[in-house]
């Protein structure tokens, strides 16, 4: 357990050096932070006075060789735009990410599991066909598609939910404020979530029916019908518990993506989470916040992949994590 | 931002008193919030708008572009480069401390040092104080432009910038990228005092009780600005009622905006030209005035402005809008496609060419889209245009390599003067003076260049037009760029938020005297 923990750490922080490496190679693709930084008529010499000072003029390999090192003491470089380390700006943006996905994840177990078995264990009613027909419509519509036609119907026309932002929020610690505190911060949160959720949500259904179906056909449920245990018992103790180690797997990939579609989710709403300010990054050409903002998503990849491998040990003791290190 | 604490809840507490029922607040949502408080740090219109909020400035602009006096009362031309401004008394900025010529002195003195503003300023040799409300602004050459520049002086507060901050840094310097004292603390004189900020996410203002500006009859108490940058989404909001004024509204939406029974909308006329630049370094054929002509022939401007901009522009002959100087009526858009094919076998072109052509596609309003129609239109002369378009950041590097023969590009004068398209645009490039910056068709004419110099140091308003006139003349017979159209500004607000007469095509909302039900 403790030998796979620091092989993952050190994994993690390959990974982290080659995403560095990449979005260091291509930050002169991404345009002219000058440009972003001064007004238009400023004349070049000006524009190359600032360039040096910020270092642009260097060598891609001094460029690279100041900022590895300052990384390795914890500095990402400043920000462009919020004048900030971008270390912090990325840690006061990440409450409001994190707070969206979990949202999002709380709308697709919610869901997700009851719709799942539902359409396992009645496969041929209308309501399974209907479900199944939503999902085939909810995974081709983009998010941005259905965020903005969610925002016309409950905010414009119905005038039910709040158009964008985060709304009221309670003070939690250090950057951490909530929307789950108070009514306007709950409002605010769901249709973001929603939106979000749209993504991931058939996919869930989708992969528990087929689960859960499979495992109707097992020998041990037939057993279990055989012996009289009443079927709710069957469907939501004894078939559903073996139809999760899939899930979890996937679900643990699926969150890592989650965090990337939230770019999308987070623009439309105006939600100030760390996937719209990586946008707008790219936008200013904020190019330090680019690079510790891939940075810090790769290692929230590699942290879930972990969680996700010891959460396996959890529902299924014969996994042995020693082994797979 | 705790510097402001106690001081800013005093405020708060005596402007519920003074305004008691008939005061409001408004929640403002912009496209982009201001990249800094420090209104020194970037030249651009969001730091111009807060400006106007937090500060005052000498004179400003009025809605038909006339001067109107603000922290200066009245002003005098002493001699031929002198012109003497007397300061309004008895104004306090935010902190408490009175505004005097040291502090004007102080905040020219800035401008100066300013990488982005001390081209504004260029042309003045220096400010003097004569007494504590008098000052003499002094320019190298006579110089007709004072009183369009003095409206970037916005005095600030000399006694709250001066010192060392806690980290022993100089409180009044400049900072381009990085933390400084300006940049995050602010005491103007304006109508609003900045209470909280949380950059790309909201910023708060309470209205200043002690503004000099008692005459004015805004009743707004306090502002929440905040950007929304998607447009559908802002436009959602102004609809919901979740905020009561939101610009910039996008062409899609004008109709919406003015049809919905709870949001009025305010447009008009912008000054900011859209422009495609021939680049005649690049292509041999650009050096031809007459093939130059026959692409303006060939673009349908009232065709652009009419399907794509959905009447959201003013079509246009030349760079000047009208209300400026420079202006001239009589240069209308030319549209003849018989015309152009005429011009392009009379220059020995009839079979046409190969061009290439960029435009971003995030920089004006339906940037890309304009591209892709004037491409389309130039295939009716038999030119076959390579088009690429990218985003703003991409685009501005290609811009400066001048890496095709047509480039797209927008001007807003920042002098609110023809003379400044004439410099950046078409003059004669030149690395020394920084003429013909972003003339990417490396158009030259030295009897064009002759008469902006001509006009640069003229003081005579009728002499200064006639000159500027007739180089809008020789720009239009040698069709040195295509003028396309202005871009129309728009703002949609909630019924009983009177913004007409604080909105211009400056697009710099005065706030202070917002009324609102």
């Not at chain 2, 004439?422 to 003076?433: E, G, I, R, V, Y």
Request: net charge negative.
């Amino acid at each position: 357990m403790f030998a796979y923990l620091v092989k993952r750490f050190f994994q993690a922080i390959a990974v982290m050096f080659v995403i560095s490496l990449i979005s260091f190679a291509i930050q002169d693709n991404l345009g002219d932070p000058l440009r972003e930084l001064v007004g238009q008529s400023v004349s070049e010499d000006v524009r190359q006075q600032l360039r040096d000072e910020l270092g642009l003029n260097d060598s891609f390999i001094k460029q690279y060789g100041r900022f590895a090192w300052n990384a390795l003491h914890g500095d990402l470089g400043i920000s462009y735009f919020f004048k900030e380390p971008a270390l912090t700006v990325i840690l006061k943006k990440l409450p409001a990410t994190l707070e969206l996905v979990f949202g999002a994840t709380l709308i697709i177990i919610g869901l997700s599991i009851p719709l799942g078995v539902y359409t396992a264990i009645r496969p041929n009613s209308l309501a399974t066909r209907v479900i199944m027909g939503l999902s085939i419509i909810g995974i081709s519509i983009p998010v941005f598609l259905t965020a903005i036609l969610m925002i016309f119907l409950f905010a414009v026309e119905l005038r039910m939910l709040p158009s964008y932002g985060r709304g009221d929020l309670v003070h939690l610690f250090g950057y951490w404020s909530t929307n789950f505190g108070s009514w306007d911060g709950l409002k605010h949160i769901f249709m973001p979530s929603l939106a979000l959720a749209s993504i991931m949500l058939p996919l869930f259904i989708r992969l528990i029916r087929s689960e859960m179906m499979e495992t109707l056909e097992s020998e041990y449920v037939k057993y279990a019908y055989a012996k009289g245990i009443a079927p709710r018992r069957i469907w939501f103790v004894h078939a559903l518990k073996n139809t999760l180690l899939p899930v979890i797997t996937v679900g643990g990939v699926q969150i890592g993506t989650m965090v990337a579609y939230t770019i999308l989710t987070e623009t439309v709403f105006q939600w100030p989470g760390m996937g719209f300010m990586f946008l707008e990054a790219v936008n200013r050409v904020d190019t330090p916040l680019i690079v510790a903002y891939l940075i810090v998503v790769g290692f929230i990849f590699v942290v879930t992949n972990t969680i996700v491998d010891l959460i396996y040990g959890l529902v299924n003791p014969t996994i042995n994590l020693a082994r797979m290190s | 931002m705790k510097i402001f604490g106690t001081f800013v809840s005093a405020c708060a507490l005596s402007a519920a008193v003074a305004f008691g029922a008939s005061a409001a607040s408004l929640k403002v949502a912009y496209d982009a919030d201001p990249v800094s408080l420090d209104p020194h740090e970037q030249l651009s219109g969001g730091t111009l708008q807060l400006s106007h909020m937090v500060y005052d400035p000498l004179v400003r602009w009025t809605q038909d572009l006339q001067f109107e006096a603000r922290l200066a009362t009245s002003w005098e031309q002493v001699d031929a480069t002198t012109t003497r401004f007397n300061l309004r008394k008895g104004v306090k900025f935010h902190s408490g401390n009175e505004m005097t010529a040291a502090d004007v002195k102080w905040t020219f003195d800035r401008l100066q040092s300013s990488p982005d503003f001390k081209g504004v300023f260029n042309a003045f040799e220096s400010l003097t104080v004569v007494d504590d409300y008098t000052i003499d602004l002094k320019t190298k050459e006579p110089f007709p432009l004072v009183l369009h520049t003095v409206t970037y002086i916005f005095p600030m507060d000399s006694k709250f910038y001066s010192g060392m901050d806690s980290e022993g840094k100089d409180k009044g310097e400049i900072v381009k990228h990085g933390n400084s004292f300006a940049s995050r603390n602010i005491s103007g004189t304006g109508p609003y005092v900045v209470t909280e900020r949380e950059q790309g996410v909201k910023m708060e203002f309470d209205r200043f009780a002690g503004y000099w500006d008692t005459a004015s009859k805004g009743n707004v108490d306090h502002i929440t600005l905040t950007p929304i940058k998607e447009a559908p989404t802002r436009v959602a909001a102004l609809l919901s009622g979740d905020v009561d004024f939101a610009a910039p509204i996008p062409p899609t939406d004008l109709a919406r905006v003015e049809a919905d029974a709870a949001t009025n909308l305010i447009s008009m006329a912008g000054t900011r030209i859209i422009t495609f630049q021939m680049n005649q370094n690049r292509n041999e054929a650009l050096k031809n005035p007459k093939v130059r002509l026959a692409i303006d022939y060939a673009v349908n401007n009232a065709g652009i402005v009419d399907r794509i901009m959905k009447g959201f522009g003013t079509t246009a002959g030349q760079a000047s809008p009208a209300g400026y100087l420079g202006h001239d009526a009589s240069l209308a858009p030319r549209y003849d496609l018989d015309k152009a094919n005429a011009l392009m076998a009379e220059a020995g072109y009839a079979d046409g060419f190969k061009i290439s052509m960029m435009a971003p596609n995030n920089r004006y309003v339906n940037d890309a889209k304009i591209a892709q129609a004037v491409a389309s239109m130039l295939s009716k002369i038999n030119i076959t245009v390579d088009l690429k378009t990218m985003p703003k950041a991409q685009y501005w590097p290609k811009f400066d390599e001048r890496a095709a023969d047509l480039m797209m590009i927008g001007w807003h004068s920042d002098t609110e003067d023809s003379a400044n398209f004439h410099q950046f645009l078409s003059a004669c490039p030149n690395a020394d003076t920084g003429d013909g910056q972003y003339n990417s068709g490396n158009y030259c004419n030295a009897e064009a260049d002759k008469l902006m110099a001509f006009a640069n140091g003229e003081t005579d308003a009728a002499k200064r037009a006639e000159a500027l006139q007739k180089l809008e003349g020789i720009l239009y017979a040698e069709a040195a760029f295509i003028p396309l159209h202005w871009q129309n500004l728009a703002w949609g607000v909630r019924k009983g938020v009177h913004a007409e007469s604080i909105v211009n095509a400056l697009n710099f909302p005065y706030f202070g005297d917002l009324v609102v039900d």
